[in-house]
Each structure stands twice: as structure tokens, then as C-alpha cells.
């Protein structure tokens, strides 16, 4: 007997393989099975998806969601479990001095699973700018906080920009890397300085210390220290970041996404692995509300609805380390499921810098289940960033 079926739906999986009509079951918080016309029968619950997409759980991997302590931080369900989003990833709200409130306040309170990271900064990004002099950063307490946490953070986040690099150069990223490397964690690196205040170039000096497994975020940043050149040629140091095993994450945020970078990024041949919001209360108001309308944005940008789920499931579960227990329907994995509608019509989505691209299909969140357990989704078409062009 299932606890749960989710019946009728059409089963989108790039790691099964799957594009068709499937029901779901689950039982004791896994996945029990992926099959044609199960009986509903065998149910304890029944969730009616006809005509909706089924898909592993959305893991948003760059969310601030420090609630109550920075002014930015996202209530986590909001972004997460009631916009069809299982897993997220805070990236780096806190560091050594505050990361307390994580595992106190915010995981335990919060249906979604959230994944933090820890910034190389002492305070996190409680205070702006966050690192403002050398003493910002404490690196035996960063790697004592990271192994007392038991697992819990998974990787040391570094933002290359002003006046962090004015005042430290490439040693803060270093640091932050030193951090994650004594920990055994990952590195996460936001690359795009909104201020213009250092040299493009540096993002030559930063991508080859970056090791396989740590991930680029922002990488279609139309800000200094992007991926391409004055003459808008991708460095070659992206290109063999990629090539060595270094996750490209393309997160959007207030200011750090646009269309034209994109396009020219892919057609030099790099894509990225992953999809992300940057959720931040103010961004949530002005630029991005949530992923299913990054999934939209690029879809507008003719990426496959196949290739779309890929890079917000079990990219970004590899991208944690979590691919044996997330980004898939497989059975045994945690039950974590998005249900999607895709709404056909005329829409327009817009980067950060109003550039805007059509699409004929937009992908509304319906429902999530997280561990098993069902979470209705809300959604609405918002003035800026998503409406039809007819609005």
C-alpha cells in the first residue's frame, strides 16, 4: 500500500529518461514507484495531475533565505515548497559569526529543505559591503564553524566584488577557497561587480583556482568581471573551467542576468548546468518572484523543456553532492516532486537590464511534495519581469 499516488500526469525525468504519462507513488517519504496506470487503488492518497508535468522536486541552487535576521532573506516556503520548489541552497547570508540562526531558527521551521553555504565574510551579508576590511574575514573560525556544523554546510561562498577586491585583491578569494578546501566543502563564487569599480580581467586570475565540483554563479553577468572579453569573446579560462569539471550556475538576481550575455555565451559553445533565482526579498518585488519563471526565461531562449528540468534537478543535486538522494524519481530516492502546469500563450520575460524575449509557454507552479508531504503552490502574473504582451 502507498501513501501517495500521483496519478495522470506527464513524467518529465532527463535521468530516467522519461517524457510521458506516468503515475508516481510514494511510501515512507520515498519514492516506491514510477509506472503506467497504477491503481489508484493501492493508494492511501490520490493527487489528480492530468494534464500537468511531473517532475523530480525544483532545487533553486542560489536562495537567500535568512529570514529575520538580513533584510534580504526570503521567507524559505515562500520561494521554496508553495512555488514548486523542494530544495534550497542559501548562498551565503551567513558567515562564521552569524550562521547560528540556520540550524536554530530557520531549517527547523521551514518544510523546505535549505542547504546553506557559508560566506567567507564573518557577518555574512548582514551588513553592506559585507567584507570592508582584512579583519572581515576569520578563516580558522570559518573552517571550525563548517566541521561543527556535521554536514550540515556544504560549501564557502565568495563575492568578487567592490571593495572587497580594492581592499584584498584576490586574496579573499583564495581565503575563501583555502576555507572550503580545509573543510572538505565546495566553492561557490558570484563573479560580476555591479559597482564597475575593478578590472574585468580579474575573472582570468579567479577561474583557475577553482576546482572541480566548486561552481561559478552569475554566469550570464552583464557586470565587470564576467565571462566575456571587451570584444565579447568567451576567456578561455570559462571555457576550460567547464571543461575540467566546474559547475556554471546562472543565477539571476537584482542585477546579474542578462539575455544578450547569454545568448552570446552559448553561441560560443559553453552552456550552463544550472538554473537559479538569487532570491532576495527586494528581487522578488523587481526582477526574478521564482524558478519556475526562470524555467520560462529559458525556455524563451530555446532550451528544451527536457534540458530545463535537467539544469533545476539533478544538475544542481550534483552541483551539492546530494545526486544519490535528490534530482530524480528513481525509486528509493527522498520524495520530492514538483507539479507543473505549462501555460500556452503569448508571454514576454524580461533580464534584469528590461530586455525582454517571448515565449509561448510559461511554467506555473501547481504543487510540491517534499518528503512525501503535499504543498499547494501559489502563482501570479506580476507587472514586471512576466506578463503576457497583450498586458
Same mark, same amino acid.
Given at each position: 500500500?502507498?501513501?501517495?499516488? *500521483?496519478?495522470?500526469? =506527464?513524467?518529465?525525468?532527463?535521468?530516467?529518461?522519461? /517524457?510521458?504519462?506516468?503515475?508516481?507513488?510514494?511510501?515512507?517519504g520515498?519514492?516506491?514507484? +514510477?509506472?503506467?496506470? *497504477?491503481?489508484?487503488?493501492?493508494?492511501?492518497?490520490?493527487?489528480?495531475?492530468?494534464?500537468?508535468?511531473?517532475? !523530480?522536486?525544483?532545487?533553486?541552487?542560489?536562495?537567500?533565505?535568512?529570514?529575520?535576521?538580513?533584510?534580504?532573506?526570503? /521567507?524559505?516556503?515562500?520561494?521554496?515548497?508553495?512555488?514548486?520548489?523542494?530544495?534550497?541552497?542559501?548562498?551565503g547570508?551567513?558567515?562564521?559569526?552569524?550562521?547560528?540562526?540556520?540550524?536554530?531558527?530557520? *531549517?527547523?521551521?521551514?518544510?523546505t529543505?535549505?542547504?546553506?553555504?557559508?560566506?567567507?565574510?564573518?557577518?555574512?551579508?548582514?551588513?553592506?559591503p559585507?567584507?570592508?576590511?582584512p579583519s572581515?574575514?576569520?578563516?580558522?573560525?570559518?573552517?571550525?564553524?563548517?566541521?561543527e556544523? /556535521?554536514?550540515v554546510?556544504?560549501?564557502?561562498?565568495?563575492?568578487?566584488?567592490?571593495?572587497?577586491?580594492?581592499?584584498?585583491?584576490?586574496?579573499?578569494?583564495?581565503?575563501?577557497?583555502?576555507?572550503?578546501k580545509?573543510?572538505?566543502v565546495?566553492?561557490?563564487?558570484?563573479?560580476?561587480? =555591479?559597482?564597475n %569599480?575593478?578590472?574585468?580581467e +580579474?575573472?582570468? &586570475?579567479?577561474?583557475?583556482?577553482?576546482? !572541480?565540483g566548486?561552481?561559478?554563479?552569475?554566469?550570464?553577468?552583464?557586470?565587470?568581471?564576467?565571462?566575456?572579453?571587451?570584444?565579447?569573446?568567451l576567456?578561455?579560462?570559462?571555457r576550460?573551467a567547464? &571543461?575540467?569539471?566546474?559547475?556554471?550556475d =546562472?543565477?539571476h538576481? %537584482?542585477?546579474?542576468?542578462?539575455?544578450n550575455?547569454?545568448?552570446?555565451?552559448? @553561441?560560443?559553445?559553453?552552456? !550552463?548546468?544550472? *538554473?537559479?533565482?538569487?532570491? #532576495?526579498?527586494?528581487?522578488?518585488?523587481?526582477?526574478?518572484h521564482?524558478?519556475?519563471?526562470?524555467? #520560462? %526565461?529559458?525556455?524563451?531562449?530555446?532550451?528544451?523543456?527536457?534540458?530545463?528540468?535537467?539544469?533545476?534537478?539533478?544538475?544542481?543535486? %550534483?552541483?551539492?553532492? &546530494?545526486?544519490?538522494?535528490?534530482?530524480s524519481?528513481?525509486?528509493?530516492?527522498?520524495?520530492? +516532486?514538483?507539479?507543473?502546469?505549462?501555460? @500556452?500563450?503569448?508571454w514576454?520575460?524580461?533580464?534584469?537590464?528590461?530586455?525582454?524575449?517571448?515565449?509561448?509557454?510559461?511554467?506555473?507552479?501547481?504543487?510540491?511534495?517534499?518528503?512525501? &508531504?503535499v504543498?499547494?503552490?501559489?502563482?501570479?502574473?506580476?507587472?514586471?519581469?512576466?506578463?503576457?504582451?497583450?498586458?
Amino acid at each position: 500500500m502507498y501513501d501517495l499516488l *500521483i496519478k495522470g500526469g =506527464t513524467v518529465v525525468d532527463p535521468t530516467l529518461q522519461l /517524457n510521458g504519462a506516468y503515475d508516481v507513488a510514494i511510501a515512507d517519504g520515498k519514492i516506491a514507484a +514510477v509506472s503506467a496506470d *497504477i491503481s489508484p487503488d493501492e493508494a492511501g492518497r490520490v493527487v489528480e495531475v492530468r494534464g500537468k508535468y511531473v517532475t !523530480p522536486g525544483l532545487i533553486d541552487l542560489h536562495t537567500h533565505v535568512y529570514e529575520g535576521v538580513n533584510g534580504n532573506g526570503v /521567507n524559505a516556503d515562500l520561494g521554496g515548497v508553495r512555488a514548486g520548489v523542494t530544495t534550497m541552497v542559501d548562498a551565503g547570508s551567513s558567515g562564521c559569526d552569524t550562521y547560528g540562526g540556520f540550524p536554530a531558527h530557520i *531549517i527547523p521551521n521551514n518544510a523546505t529543505e535549505i542547504i546553506p553555504f557559508i560566506h567567507i565574510c564573518r557577518t555574512g551579508l548582514a551588513t553592506t559591503p559585507d567584507i570592508f576590511a582584512p579583519s572581515s574575514i576569520d578563516l580558522e573560525r570559518t573552517v571550525q564553524v563548517i566541521e561543527e556544523s /556535521n554536514g550540515v554546510i556544504r560549501g564557502v561562498k565568495a563575492r568578487m566584488v567592490s571593495p572587497a577586491l580594492e581592499i584584498m585583491g584576490m586574496e579573499m578569494p583564495r581565503l575563501a577557497k583555502r576555507a572550503a578546501k580545509e573543510a572538505g566543502v565546495r566553492l561557490m563564487v558570484h563573479i560580476g561587480d =555591479t559597482e564597475n %569599480r575593478y578590472p574585468a580581467e +580579474v575573472i582570468r &586570475e579567479l577561474l583557475p583556482i577553482m576546482e !572541480p565540483g566548486d561552481i561559478v554563479t552569475h554566469f550570464f553577468t552583464a557586470n565587470a568581471g564576467g565571462v566575456l572579453d571587451g570584444d565579447g569573446n568567451l576567456v578561455p579560462e570559462a571555457r576550460e573551467a567547464h &571543461e575540467r569539471g566546474v559547475w556554471l550556475d =546562472t543565477a539571476h538576481g %537584482r542585477a546579474n542576468f542578462s539575455f544578450n550575455i547569454g545568448e552570446r555565451v552559448l @553561441d560560443q559553445g559553453v552552456e !550552463p548546468h544550472c *538554473i537559479s533565482t538569487d532570491l #532576495t526579498v527586494p528581487g522578488r518585488i523587481r526582477t526574478v518572484h521564482s524558478m519556475t519563471e526562470m524555467m #520560462t %526565461r529559458f525556455l524563451a531562449m530555446g532550451f528544451t523543456l527536457e534540458r530545463v528540468v535537467e539544469m533545476c534537478t539533478i544538475n544542481p543535486a %550534483r552541483a551539492i553532492g &546530494e545526486e544519490a538522494r535528490l534530482g530524480s524519481l528513481e525509486t528509493g530516492k527522498q520524495a520530492d +516532486v514538483s507539479v507543473l502546469d505549462i501555460v @500556452d500563450g503569448s508571454w514576454m520575460v524580461y533580464d534584469v537590464l528590461g530586455n525582454g524575449r517571448p515565449s509561448e509557454r510559461a511554467v506555473v507552479p501547481v504543487l510540491s511534495v517534499k518528503r512525501g &508531504e503535499v504543498y499547494e503552490a501559489g502563482w501570479g502574473p506580476r507587472p514586471w519581469g512576466w506578463t503576457p504582451d497583450s498586458a
